[in-house]
């Protein structure tokens, strides 16, 4: 099983609101990834957590607040986005242990802020 | 942020016909990997190549690691389709962070 699960698939937001996009593998990975991808574009690497601690964070704007609860989950916080957000927003996750950091997706969400 | 040179940027061909596409880097990589994108999903891991030199497949998918480890090749043989969509090919050095190539647009025409 290599599967990656992200909610919601679509998401409608002003520039006001707070919203949480969430993330969930059950395949033991260790680390888990938070990508940006706009339209014809290779994703764009947010945030790292490996151990369930944040490793990684590529200077993303702090509208965007990132929470590893435990090793399964991986929740991305936004507030106060603004139009250039919009994106498809994905997830990944990788064993991370025995060299093996081949990264599995999950389906993304599409986020449109109006 | 750092890219990988991806070629073609896009293909139109004829269902049936084999395709080929490759990545080149300027620094060398330990592993390559190549995912699959369709319109508004996640990206989906194909192949995973380890070794310079080695040669994979996944059914009518076959991907090679240069010698060199600065490129990589991605061969579909009989195209359907299905095979619609955007490829990708990535890079690492058992680090977290993946460097992605430009990606190439695989358009099949029936």
């Known amino acids: 099983d290599t599967e990656v699960t992200q909610t919601p698939k679509h998401l409608v937001m002003g520039m006001t609101n707070k919203k949480s996009l969430k993330c969930e593998q059950h395949?033991?990975?260790?680390?888990m990834y938070w990508y940006k991808q706009k339209a014809k574009k290779p994703p764009e690497l947010m945030f790292v957590y490996s151990y369930e601690k944040l490793s990684i964070n590529e200077s993303v704007p702090s509208r965007f607040s990132p929470e590893c609860p435990n090793s399964s989950l991986l929740n991305l916080h936004l507030h106060a986005l603004q139009p250039e957000d919009s994106a498809l927003y994905l997830c990944a996750s990788s064993l991370r242990d025995r060299g093996i950091y081949e990264q599995y997706f999950g389906p993304g969400t599409r986020l449109t802020v109006t | 942020g750092q890219q990988l040179n991806q070629s073609p940027q896009s293909m139109f061909i004829q269902e049936g016909e084999d395709v080929s596409m490759n990545c080149t880097s300027s620094?060398?990589?330990?592993?390559w990997l190549w995912y699959k994108q369709d319109p508004g999903e996640g990206p989906v891991l194909l192949i995973a190549l380890y070794k310079a030199g080695e040669l994979t497949s996944n059914g009518r998918l076959t991907a090679q690691f240069g010698i060199t480890r600065k490129d990589s090749f991605l061969n579909i043989s009989a195209s359907i389709p299905s095979d619609v969509g955007i490829y990708f090919c990535a890079g690492h050095n058992n680090t977290d962070k993946l460097i992605f190539g430009t990606g190439t647009r695989l358009q099949v025409f029936p």
């Open positions: 620094s060398i990589f330990n592993t």
């Open positions: 395949m033991g990975h260790r680390a």
